[in-house]
Nanobody
């Protein structure tokens, strides 16, 4: 069973940057496409970005395109999300997981709060 641990969130001002990390343990995840998701208060969980198993293909939601960059280090079983020029509307709990069903068990996520 893969366990996912997200980290790197925090409270920042608009325009700042954060780098989120997602460490996977229990079994290598290098064969899986992975993604970052976020859930804002009172809203459903949405996909933010995905990356193929090799890192060769990426996808970004329109709302983060040009500001966020997803990457991975399969040797470290870790997926990253570099977030630049953060906006108030980026405030959410961020999770990582497989890019498609079936999902691994969801981790606790990491909170990102952006003050305007």
């Amino acid at each position: 069973q893969v366990q996912l641990v997200e980290s790197g969130g925090g409270l920042v001002q608009a325009g700042a940057s954060l780098r989120l990390s997602c460490a996977a343990s229990g079994r290598t995840f290098s064969s899986y496409d992975m993604g970052w998701y976020r859930q804002a208060p009172g809203k459903e969980r949405d996909v933010v970005a995905t990356i193929s198993w090799s890192g060769g293909r990426t996808y970004y939601a329109d709302s983060v395109k040009g500001r966020f960059t997803i990457s991975r280090d399969n040797a470290k079983n870790t997926v990253y999300l570099q977030m630049n020029n953060l906006k108030y509307e980026d405030t959410a709990i961020y999770h990582c997981n497989r890019a498609s069903l079936p999902y691994f068990t969801w981790g606790l996520g990491t909170h990102v709060t952006v003050s305007s």
